[in-house]
């Protein structure tokens, strides 16, 4: 009774400060200052809230399970999948727990890895699997810690599968999931989530069926918040089983775990590890097909579908689990045809937030890592705040360094030979080098006829809204106006724009145009020169790689580039140009030049050494037209520069 | 290497540091991250930078001098030259101290509380005289204490005048202004710019001119950072002070003290106070018109003016200092006459900033204080930090109790007798309340011909910006909708702009609409169904005495209604409608219609109940439309209200 009571306390209490603030510091005067807008409620709210939201809203929603990759390179691979399927809107994803792949550590391919990735760099709301069989309290707690640290704040608790044929229990250790359950509870208190595995079925291992609803009772009991269901293969199965639970006394949500049946030997090892049996008007229809793949998928994906419709027609299931097997068409495929799919075209920020916990007030970024984004989350990670409303004259951003440019989360998803064939497989001068940006602005194949689809600035293609810029951007990027960002000026657009649009429906959108680029000393003597005349309208700062820095920036103030207006609400200004952060992101820019580009050549080659001129001797500029009310000047501040440099008086 | 690079690091960002804050507490890193955008570097320099600043750029400068008033309506008025003549853009003002009316007290009419007036109310940078003879070192020290608990930063010290005829020398005690000086360096190290006293013809007491002189740079020596003139009547005077002063090493500023005759009794009186000589060119002209004060004056302009003209021309002389004689009229007109009298349209903020250190980052506040600032002051004079770029959802911002409505500069400068004429001597019903704010609104006489000049809720005539809705204003509060503060909407202009802009040049500055009124119930109850119609582009809060509270703003956040884009800086949002505050301002809004208008009025009389009634009844309301680029749709939602009203069907 006492615990039933504390439990119903902590419930209610968490429910209030979670909604503002959960670590002390947060909560302090100061912050309460200056807090956010709270912009996005989704970025205070704990999954069980969320859940209970979109319930009470009538809204369904999906989830999806990956495992993680065993080699760095499909780990890049299936960070990109996040990021695509993150698009579709999934209210988590959670990543299974692999024992055999030293699940805890710090691999690129571990487990915890994947889910800090999902989390931190993807911006998703993430369980992580945990099993507890065959390990000691100390290394769980250790594991838990991490995963604390690392900004997780769910856990599927599990028991693992033992490892001989014969399950032996172990004394004093964990032997259930409801152990680890327990043991979350009692260590870290409410912190986490707590999902635990229910099956439809009835355990493979358990007595009977009503035994295993028990065990299942008595995880609930014991802390879970949720649960995820085994697959199975009709519906009324997995009602059957919600029925039973209920009549029990479980009460907490229970998500049915879906499994598209995406071809004849994942579904075979699927079954014999699950002990499932599939039905025979299942067998009988995918036998005579068992060869091919489409075939198959395409009736997994109906069957899917169908399946998924009765449950969701049920009105008792208001979310659906799916195991993806780290496949992205047949789970799509299914999400889209059920109409569950919504690639929300709204932002609430211009830049991706992230899902850590320490990072939900964060609100202002510099513009610099617009492209970068991962960079700027990993060399802020060690930050204990984050800035919010502004960011503030702080004398020293102490960003960490980024020494490993190959972090499998930064690194290129095309291998080096087709960077050879987008960038060039042999360099004859610094005009080979402005073809390259050329083409990566334009979309035309280069001279060997490859696209330029990414830069070692931006590993994606051009951004819809750069793309407003692309004539202009191609003019100057042919004549030596290296640009590696930039944003049209905008004057209060609606937030809910399509392409410029961020933040609540209702409000207003605004920009300064910002232009950035590595270009000559020959074109930075010109365009100081030029810059004079628009004084104030143009802010500047011209750096090179040594740290020779030119600016008119007033007493190194941010600029505040990207803000928004919005119904009942403080103003939002999520981009400025910092002029300290700046001298941090030049150490990254220009290492950029040698680190994914020149190391492309051998040593001393003459393509290596051209870029490794350009990174000695280039400047990086950016410029801020603060008129954003009127037309663009930047093009022609870098217009008159080019007169300057043809006039012959000047020369 | 890299240690070197590292270094080039540290010293750039050090070099801003500098620039930014100079106090402890602002460069810890909570605040670092939301720091003032220093919008004006004024808030932020101490008087002998902003001295030296204006010496080095070259412009001239002025600063005027008061005496503490000898009652509590002299000090009313006081406040309001104070801000009259601050309009004119002194450099500071000073306030002398006045031993025999108990001049450190909490007395409203100590040189103590008129100096803190001038700075925390009126934003004047102030220098508080201090005299030291017959006062112990422990009284000083808490003068000095509570000088700069109120955020006094400057004092003049002097030595003052013995009370008898005989000057005897204290043992230990303070004999001379240097003690003081002393004392103070000794207790307050820097925290205070010290002023001393200069004597163009050395100190009457003094044994020579000379051994004056080597006392002055005694003075200086023992830490004072400028002298301020005794007065004088002939320019060459001053000069030769000033050079034999530079001859004997004192390089400090010396600010000449300039009289404009004003009247033939004063000019006696404080000719025998200053134990000074008339030369006798000037008794020659005053005495033949010594009744006529016109006359005088005019000649005392003149011969200040040509006198001030002698002094600048001379190139040594950089500012000018006014003995005021608490009087207006000749020493504007000097000052216009020399073009000194700078009535700057730019505002740094939309209100009023004030003076004292504490609130130099202050950025934002609440709008509904616009026309009560001091009463704003009065009761957040307790924070310890200052909304700084965000208001922030706050829970409770704690503001002190505002019951003594008489405190002197919160009090009304007119007398209850000139209120009645204006309010009413007796009132017939809530129609005659609805004429007293319309005749306010459109400056036409009332019924007895007497203009309404200011109201309760604004002690002044209709800000300039008001004025923009004059008609509109005049047509509701005919009808019961008493407004009593309100904004137009502006969506973009120029921050130089003569009646809505403020901050930096160069910048844009925005505005939502906004409404602020009392009305009866039955008015709000058809404004609610209108609001309806309306969704998300009105923000509405509509509270009773009672604290009866309907609103629709989300989460109980902040809504910016004022806010500034400018050149190289952060966005500025200077004022919110924050639902949180609007309680504590209810509260006020609601007691100043019984302690300003029903206590004219004898108890139970039919006047006073009418006020009373009104205020039992009415409730308060205010309304933001939140889509400032579109017409201003708040008289269109007044319109539908009394539409609703009027329409047979709905009543």
Known sequence: MVNETQHTCSASSSSRSDGGSSSGSESSKDNSRCSTPVLDADRHERLREKMRRRQDAGDKWFSLEFFPPRTANAAVNLISRFD??????PLFIDVTWHPAGDPGSDKETSSMIIANTAVNYCG???????????????????????AKRLGLKNIMALRGDPVGEEWEEEVDGFNHAVDLVKHIRNEFDDYFDICVAGYPK????????????????????????FIISQLFFRPETFLKFMKDCQAIGITCPIIPGIFPIQGYHSLRQLVKLSKLEVPQEIKDVIEPIKDNDAAIRNYGVELAVSMCRELLDSGVVHGLHFYTLNREVATTEVLKRLGLWNEDPRRPLPWAVSAHPKRRVEDVRPIFWASRPKSYIYRTQEWDDFPNGRWGNSSSPAFGELKDYYLFYLKSKSPREELLKMWGEELTGEESVFEVFTCYITGEPNRNG?????MPWNDDPLATETNLLKDQLEKVNRRG?????????????????PIVGWGPSGGYVFQKAYLEFFTSSEIVTALLKVLKKYELRVNYHIVN?????????????????????????EIIQPTVVDPVSFLSWKDEAFALWIEQWAKLYEEESPSRMIIQYIHDN???????????PLENCLWQVVEDTFELLNSPTQQ
Chains 1, 2 share one sequence.
């Open 124 to 146: 998703l709301e993430t369980i992580l699997h945990m099993t507890c069989c065959h390990q000691t309290k100390d290394e769980i707690t250790g594991h838990l810690q991490k």
């Open 202 to 225: 009835g355990h493979p291992e358990a007595e009977s069926y009503e035994a295993d609803l028990r065990h299942l009772k008595e995880k609930v009991f014991a802390g879970a918040d």
């Open 84 to 89: 695509r399927m993150g698009a579709g809107g």
């Open 545 to 569: 790689v040594q740290g020779q820095n030119i600016t008119n920036a007033p007493d190194l103030q941010p600029n505040a580039v990207t803000w928004g207006i919005f119904p009942g609400r």
């Open 450 to 454: 490859y696209k330029v689809t990414c």
């Open 481 to 497: 106006i290296l640009t590696i960002n930039s944003q049209p000026n905008i004057n209060g657009k609606p937030s809910t724009d």
């Open 618 to 628: 280039y400047y990086l500029v950016n410029l801020v037209d603060n008129d954003f």
